[in-house]
Structure formats: structure tokens, C-alpha cells
């Protein structure tokens, strides 16, 4: 299956803007994370802690949705879905 990502700012930099990620049908996010670890290289640090976990300050969506990082390890994936990831969003 086919999941679509889009990174922000600083992220973008890092994994690239929008790209897709080949994945077996009914893979869980946790699958998909760890293809963003190993596109992310020597500056992995900047969106994944030393545990492989996101960092706090990531904002992670599906689909248009925030994801609540706490069920990360539940999530199922399907076909078509889009995963983005942002950074802290600050203004004034």
C-alpha cells in the first residue's frame, strides 16, 4: 500500500516536501515512523527523541486530523492515507 507524506519547514528540509512511502497492506503507523527514521538521516534528532519516539514538539496529522501520540502503536494505516508532520506552530 501506498501512504502519502507532507512535511513542513523545517521538516521538509529534512525528509522532503511530499513523497510517498511503499508499506505491506495493514502496516501501523509505528512501520511507517521507522521509514521516516531512516529517510531522516544524520538529523533523525530533529524529529525522533534517542528512544526512535516522535519528539514532543512534533504535530503529527492523518488524514487531515491531528493523530494523539499516545496511540501511535494502534494506528492502522490504509492505502491512500496521508501522514504530515509539522513543527511547533508559534505567532503573535
Known sequence: MRVRV????????????????????????????????????DKVDAVFDETGGLRPHVILMLNGKRANKNDIGSLTLEDGDEVALFPPVAGG
Do not use: H, T, Y
Not at 28 to 40: G, N, T
Open 6 to 41: 507532507k512535511a513542513f519547514a523545517r521538516f521538509r528540509e529534512i525528509l522532503g516536501s511530499e513523497f510517498s512511502v511503499e508499506l505491506p497492506d495493514g502496516a501501523q503507523m509505528e512501520s511507517f515512523l521507522a521509514v521516516l527514521r531512516e529517510r531522516a538521516g
